[in-house]
């Protein structure tokens, strides 16, 4: 059985930094594309930044120059360091990765539990 397992989030004051993990566990045979996402209350869930198995990357406009998404594939892990956090940035972080776990499967989508950043004086 796969898991998404997120850490990371917490509470930071504007101008401050974190750095979300997403570790992927169980079977894995092979990891195409991996995300992040957001949640903000009241608003939809909007993609922040994802990251394809070329290392091709894409960035929402609000957070590009500020935020940077890494993948370890050794690790099945996926990073998101997050600097000059403002408070728009509060949400509920998830992580997505879409992958197989068999040769024979086909890739599906997987999600973190998601993980609260705060941003406030």
């Known amino acids: 059985q796969v898991q998404l397992v997120e850490s990371g989030g917490g509470l930071v004051q504007p101008g401050g930094s974190l750095r979300l993990s997403c570790a992927a566990t169980g079977s894995i045979f092979s990891i195409n594309a991996m995300g992040w996402y957001r949640q903000a209350p009241g608003k939809e869930r909007e993609m922040v930044a994802a990251?394809?198995?070329?290392?091709?990357?894409n960035y929402v406009g609000s957070v590009k120059g500020r935020f940077t998404i890494s993948r370890d594939n050794a690790e099945n892990t996926m990073y998101l360091q997050m600097t000059s956090l403002k408070p728009e940035d509060t949400a509920v972080y998830y992580c997505q990765m879409f992958l197989k776990t068999d040769w024979r499967g086909f890739y599906e989508t997987y999600w973190g539990q998601g993980t609260q950043v705060t941003v406030s004086s």
């Open positions: 990251i394809d198995s070329d290392g091709r990357i």
